[in-house]
């Protein structure tokens, strides 16, 4: 590796490496969004991808992690298991999975799932995504109409950036609940929510499919 690349790698570190504090601000709002899914937060975004910020303050040593980029992006993934020591896992047996691309459904399939005894052992997925807004916004994107736990009769949000596919394998991933996938969805700006493993998930809105998001 030249000198160039090191120097290269160790500022994609301090990009995605947020401050204690940060982190621990951050941590409150995955929180308080998974505990009410629909709800919409931000959270800091720093010099990187929102979604990479996000898995920083959650991976360590002892969470593999996968991490699925597109062209360009792979300096993203080695920043992340430096900055945080999370050791590099494959798809089917990582405990976090970053999607700095769209996951395919197949590859939603295959993630742990954990069981009815071990549901912790279920991938906590964190997906990045274009825009996350209110129903009523007008534009493109997949609205979802959400139900479970945590919400107080439905919540609806509208997501751009993921196919409507994907929302559909993750609803068929949890519907053995308690074994299932956590997901947090990032936003560019920072602006995150959260989809846990109990939430009902139904495809409300396709209006994406002009912009062939299906």
Same mark, same amino acid.
């Given at each position: ?10 500022a994609?570190v301090?990009a995605v ?6 982190a ?7 929180l308080d969004v998974?505990?009410?899914p629909?709800?919409l +937060?931000?959270? @800091?975004r &720093?010099?990187?991808p /929102?979604?990479i910020?996000v898995?920083? %303050? $959650? ?9 699925l980029t597109?062209p ?10 430096l ?7 494959p798809?089917e047996?990582a405990r976090?999975?970053v999607?700095?691309r769209p ?9 742990t799932r954990?069981?009815?005894l ?11 995504v274009t825009t ?9 994107g997949?609205?979802? +109409?959400?139900? @479970?736990? &945590?919400?107080?009769? /439905?919540r609806?949000i509208r997501?751009? %950036? $993921?196919?409507?596919a994907?929302f559909a394998a993750?609803?068929e991933a ?8 956590d997901?947090?969805?990032?936003a560019?700006?920072?602006t ?9 998930i139904e495809?409300?809105d396709?209006?994406?499919?002009m912009n062939g998001?299906?």
């Amino acid at each position: 590796m030249t000198m160039t690349a090191v120097h290269g790698i160790g500022a994609h570190v301090r990009a995605v490496t947020p401050t204690a504090a940060r982190a621990q601000a951050d941590f409150r709002v995955l929180l308080d969004v998974l505990s009410r899914p629909g709800t919409l +937060g931000a959270v @800091g975004r &720093g010099d990187g991808p /929102a979604a990479i910020a996000v898995a920083a %303050g $959650l991976a360590d040593v002892e969470v593999p992690t996968s991490v699925l980029t597109g062209p360009g992006d792979e300096h993203w993934a080695n920043a992340l298991h430096l900055a945080t020591s999370a050791p590099p896992a494959p798809l089917e047996t990582a405990r976090m999975v970053v999607a700095l691309r769209p996951p395919s459904p197949a590859e939603i399939a295959g993630l742990t799932r954990g069981d009815a005894l071990h549901p912790e052992h279920g991938t906590r997925l964190i997906a990045a995504v274009t825009t996350l807004e209110p129903p009523d916004t007008p534009g493109a994107g997949v609205v979802l +109409g959400l139900s @479970g736990p &945590g919400v107080p009769g /439905a919540r609806r949000i509208r997501v751009t %950036g $993921l196919p409507g596919a994907v929302f559909a394998a993750l609803a068929e991933a949890n519907a053995a609940f308690p074994a299932g996938v956590d997901t947090f969805l990032v936003a560019q700006d920072g602006t995150v929510a959260g989809l846990p493993r109990s939430t009902r998930i139904e495809i409300e809105d396709t209006g994406n499919l002009m912009n062939g998001e299906h």
